[in-house]
């Protein structure tokens, strides 16, 4: 029997295996740093690597190695971090990524002489301690195993794990490889990918971030730039590879996807909540060329009918040329000779403008002396500021790593924003060119590159924390790093071909980067490059685009990406689909709320419903709009037909006509011009808003409620979500109303009567201002004419549609008040 030693969270416990006396786990890593100024870094294989020194302070585990320390940390009871400092090492910089404290986890170590066994909350780690090896387990349920663990490989610093065989593996930020990316060694190095179709290894935006099938994550916290190998050679080796930088990981499990993701969302930061107007239609080509462009595209909106809530301006603003102007940062007056009163004009309209940003200064633009006297771009090894030739000229890079070009960069889009505008769009930030001997403050190209996106749109939201602290910035940006959901970045999937190759990536990117905290990661719909005039993809783009994070049409000018511009049934079907967009914006901007509580992505994968279905885990070709809707986008040009599974946490009715799909099944489903096939969950509650143009007509007083009744639901809740969807951390603020709704079927007293009883309820916070309510409310799939209707034990008017099985009525409700409903009718079943 093996003879172990315990120790307590409270307790201060330390056994010495190799005879030394005692010292503090402080004392252990200054041991390790002072090895710096006497020993070179030695990180040797497992097998030569065994376990000298176990201390335990509080919640940490340290074990000192022969050739280093390691520290194991937990964050949660599903959440532990583990570093390791090698001989000889400085110690590491700190985390790009976690902003979340550890919290005190309940702790037990025990050990003998071949073995320590250390549980934090739910989770175990099995160490052997010659040769050393730590294994890790949640809930006594085998995780990974680290292989050979933190060790040299030439030049990289590599860490790799041994995984089970059947596992599927997701994540390592954007790419189009299919759902499950095991097999794959992929670049960590942020790089555009212009034109990109169904398939692309490396993209805008790498992270260092693994799940598995078997719910686990695996957080590698390090920004340098490296490889992901996720099993690339076939022998269940999972591997990161980094040119330097910390060596320290999470690891992280749970029992569902959603708990899952929130625990990450913990660890790197949740979305602050966008404003409401995000969640309508842009207005956006490559791009406008003059003012009177500009107000020509908005009054065309405007005399079409079709909603509209931001226009976009890419790079002529600034210059009348594509090349030699970046950097200007100043609108060109010659082609926008009043660009305030531009502005102006369209803020009254509802409509807010945006505009395009990079970081690049080029030796001809208006700002170059400026940048180089104040010395605010990043330099070459002789400390002169660093120039090189890229698409658009010859180029310096701001240093967004250097407080001094920090405030710089800063200043200019204050300026801007006193002129009139409302959002930034960010380009070229991953930074398109950044070659290796540019030195930024905090180290070279090849060590700040992945994080140079990231710490770009952190400057921008601690600019408005500080100057503006009531407003939510709007950043546009395609590249960043874990954790830029933080700083409220919302990404877009880059410059994709204008093609059916390019629509059937978007899914799956926009899958992946939710389920990694990026949760309004969109594509340019309509599709991007090539001058590809194609009414059917248009349509089918635009038509996914209802039920993906941001609609925001965008191309080359050559084929007009605006559907005021496109013929009459493209304009018609583009139409249609934003006023859906617009009619959905109550329940969007719930989802919204809920990822900015909860870390929940907007779009998520059919394997969060069912994650033992083995059928589903590398399943792109539907997915969940939030919790109630069920989405499969067409991809194919003249489908037809759709083969769709519709998971078992239905029933499932179609959105459009009402019909009914058993939970678990699949059907071939008749595809139809004007829409995709959207399905609603039986039990759901949807708000929707009706006749707006735009989000600053929307009115939580005037809304239609419809919930799906179903037979097989006997119990049902939802919620929506409210503020005045412009001031910040207003819910924190308390500035914000949640309404509850509650449905419950039940036999009445009555032997012969079925009663259907609906709940009306809210919460406010101090600072909302509540008003009444009055609803129009819709209960879908009542097949028969209800006896009665009652609200608050009083009978109430109501209208039954026999043919669309709908009862309707008018739902006034008061601000304070709590509603109860009762439906009525007879049991023909008896």
């Not at 320590?116 to 909350?121: K, L, W």
């Not at 591997?239 to 990981?249: D, K, L, S, V, W």
């Not at 933080?486 to 629509?503: A, E, F, K, Q």
């Not at 509540?770 to 608050?792: T, Y």
Request: charged content about 20%; glycine content about 6%.
């Amino acid at each position: 029997m093996m003879n172990f030693a315990f120790s307590n969270q409270s307790t201060n416990h330390r056994i010495v295996t190799s005879g030394r006396q005692p010292r503090s786990v402080y004392a252990v890593w200054g041991s390790a740093l002072l090895a710096a100024a006497i020993a070179p870094a030695v990180c040797a294989q497992n097998t030569q690597r065994s376990v000298q020194d176990v201390v335990q302070k509080e919640s940490v585990l340290e074990l000192r190695l022969n050739d280093g320390v390691v520290q194991f940390r937990p964050y949660a009871a599903n959440l532990i971090e583990t570093s390791f400092l090698p001989q000889g090492a400085a110690a590491p910089q700190s985390s790009h990524a976690v902003v979340m404290k550890p919290l005190q986890v309940p702790v037990r170590l025990r050990q003998d002489k071949e073995q320590i066994e250390f549980r934090a909350g739910d989770m175990l780690l099995k160490i052997s301690k010659s040769p050393y090896q730590v294994s890790y387990f949640y809930k006594d349920r085998p995780l990974l195993s680290e292989q050979q663990g933190f060790h040299q490989a030439g030049a990289a610093q590599v860490v790799d794990f041994n995984i089970s065989q059947n596992e599927v593996l997701y994540g390592a930020g954007a790419r189009a490889l299919g759902m499950n990316r095991r097999g794959h060694r992929l670049p960590l190095y942020n790089r555009a990918h212009y034109g990109y179709e169904e398939r692309s290894e490396q993209m805008n935006f790498s992270m260092p971030l693994v799940y598995s099938s078997k719910l686990y994550g695996i957080h590698f916290d390090n920004a340098s730039t490296g490889f992901l190998d996720l099993d690339s050679q076939k022998n269940n080796r999972l591997a990161f590879e980094a040119n330097g930088g910390r060596q320290t990981y999470q690891i992280f499990a749970a029992d569902q996807w959603e708990n899952l993701v929130a625990t990450y969302t913990t660890l790197t930061g949740k979305q602050p909540l966008p404003a409401r107007w995000i969640l309508g239609n842009f207005a956006s080509r490559f791009g406008y060329h003059t003012e009177q462009e500009a107000r020509t595209i908005v009054q065309q909106y405007k005399t079409e009918a079709i909603p509209l809530d931001a226009i976009i301006f890419d790079l002529f603003w600034f210059g009348k040329e594509v090349k030699g102007t970046m950097g200007n940062l100043a609108f060109d007056r010659d082609s926008f000779p009043q660009p305030e009163k531009m502005m102006a004009d369209f803020a009254k309209q509802g409509v807010k403008t945006i505009l395009i940003t990079e970081p690049f200064i080029l030796t001809t633009s208006k700002r170059w002396k400026e940048a180089t006297e104040q010395r605010i771009l990043a330099t070459d090894t002789q400390g002169k500021a660093a120039t090189y030739d890229f698409y658009f000229g010859h180029t310096g890079l701001i240093d967004v790593f250097d407080p001094v070009a920090k405030d710089w960069f800063w200043n200019i889009y204050a300026g801007l924003k006193k002129q009139g505008v409302s959002g930034w769009w960010g380009d070229l930030g991953e930074p398109e060119v950044h070659p290796s001997h540019v030195q930024h403050k905090t180290g070279s190209a090849d060590q700040v590159h992945n994080i140079y996106g990231h710490e770009w749109a952190k400057l921008i939201a601690q600019g408005y924390q500080k100057h503006y602290p009531n407003e939510r910035p709007f950043i546009l940006m395609r590249a960043g790093y874990s954790g830029s959901q933080h700083y409220g970045m919302i990404p877009w999937s880059g410059d994709v071909n204008r093609t059916w190759g390019g629509l059937r990536s978007q899914p799956e990117i926009a899958l992946q980067m939710g389920m990694q905290g990026m949760a309004y990661m969109h594509s340019d719909l309509g599709g991007f490059a090539g001058a590809n005039l194609d009414d059917e993809l248009y349509a089918r783009w635009l038509q996914y685009g209802v039920f993906q994070p941001v609609f925001r049409p965008h191309a080359q000018e050559d084929v007009a990406s605006e559907p005021v511009l496109r013929s009459a049934q493209a304009k018609a079907l583009a139409k249609a689909a934003i006023e859906l967009r617009y009619q959905l914006l109550p329940y969007n901007y719930t989802q919204s709320f809920l990822n900015h509580q909860r870390g929940l992505p907007l779009m998520r994968p059919l394997f969060f419903a069912e994650p033992a279905n083995p059928a589903l885990l590398d399943d792109a070709s539907s997915y969940f709009w939030g919790n109630d809707f069920l989405v499969h986008p067409v991809l194919q040009s003249g489908q037809q037909q759709a083969e769709i599974y519709f998971p078992k946490n239905g029933p499932w009715l179609d959105f459009h006509t009402g019909q009914r799909y058993a939970a678990g099944s699949r059907a071939a489903v008749s595809l139809q011009a004007d829409r995709i096939p959207v399905f609603v969950r039986a039990g759901a509650w949807i708000p929707q808003a009706q006749g707006l143009q735009n989000t600053t007509q929307f009115d939580v007083s005037k809304l239609d409620l419809h919930y799906y009744y179903d037979e097989e639901q006997t119990l049902s809740e939802g919620m929506l979500y409210d503020d005045d969807g412009l001031t910040a951390n207003a819910y924190e603020s308390r500035a914000y109303a949640i309404m509850r709704f509650r449905a419950q079927k039940q036999q009445a007293l009555q032997s012969r009567q079925k009663q259907l009883t609906l709940s009306f309820d809210h919460e406010y916070g101090k600072q909302y201002v509540a008003k009444d309510r009055n609803w129009r409310l819709v209960v879908h799939q009542i097949k028969q004419r209800p006896q009665s209707v009652k609200l608050n034990q009083q009978d109430i008017p109501f209208t039954w549609d026999a043919q669309k099985q709908e009862l309707s009525l008018d739902l006034a409700w008061k601000a304070r008040q709590q509603l109860r409903m009762q439906v009525l009718w007879a049991d023909t079943e008896k």
